[in-house]
């Protein structure tokens, strides 16, 4: 059973450029979160889809826009790329119906030069 | 002041010590609790989860919870050097799927020497 997979592992971007970032959720999961840890910090919350929609959003500007599509996989768009955008993008999924935690991928690591 | 608090260490042990990691918070709103494994260059991995204060035990690992005191601490007894890794407390308001909005420390960095 694959985990929660991301893509690509790593990537490096010019200021003022656009990323997008994919996620595929683990299987029999349908809700997905994404976040953003900087060097030597924690992971923090960018928002999260259910159903193909964002549910919940956290203090990020509208430069972080998502999608999720109806196999549940989803993609992390940054337009307008800043160097403070440099750091590991996660991708976590859990199922919306029970109370089982949250499952994280092994990151993009992306670089904006 | 920031929501949830943590050391960074770094955090140097011996092999089979008891390590004792903390963090406190301030939004009373957080109801459950977490800590989380990251190796270099990989997501984190949750290692135990609670919810009301006290402790709870899984193998080697205590988490304990003082909701009167917003403190929350990860014992790991007979250390490994395979225990080496950032740990990082997380937080949330929220129980189960929708628990997407986890609020985390900025982890300890433990490494434990053979």
């Known amino acids: 059973d694959a985990g929660v997979t991301q893509s690509p592992t790593h990537l490096i971007k010019t200021r003022g450029q656009q990323v997008t970032l994919r996620c595929s959720p683990k299987s029999g999961h349908d809700t997905v979160s994404w976040y953003q840890q900087a060097l030597g910090q924690g992971p923090q919350f960018i928002f999260q889809?259910?159903?193909?929609?964002?549910?919940q959003r956290g203090n990020f500007p509208d430069r972080f826009s998502g999608h999720q599509f109806p196999n549940y996989s989803s993609e992390l768009n940054v337009n307008a790329l800043l160097l403070g955008d440099s750091a590991l993008y996660l991708c976590?999924?859990?199922?919306?119906?029970?109370?089982?935690?949250?499952?994280f991928g092994s990151g993009t690591q992306l670089s904006v030069l | 002041q920031k929501e949830v608090e943590q050391d960074p260490g770094p955090l140097s042990v011996p092999e089979g010590a008891i390590v004792s990691l903390n963090c406190t918070y301030s939004n009373s709103a957080f109801q459950y609790f977490m800590w989380y494994r990251q190796y270099s260059r990989k997501g984190p991995e949750l290692l135990m989860y609670?919810?009301?204060?006290g402790n709870k035990e899984d193998g080697r690992f205590t988490a304990q919870v003082d909701k009167s005191s917003k403190y929350i601490s990860l014992f790991i007894r007979d250390s490994q050097p395979s225990d080496s890794a950032t740990y990082l407390c997380a937080m949330s308001p929220n129980y189960g799927g929708s628990q997407g909005n986890l609020i985390f420390g900025k982890g300890t960095k433990l490494s434990v020497k053979p």
């Open positions: 889809y259910y159903e193909e929609e964002e549910r």
């Open positions: 609670t919810y009301s204060s």
């Open positions: 976590a999924s859990s199922p919306a119906a029970t109370n089982e935690k949250l499952f």
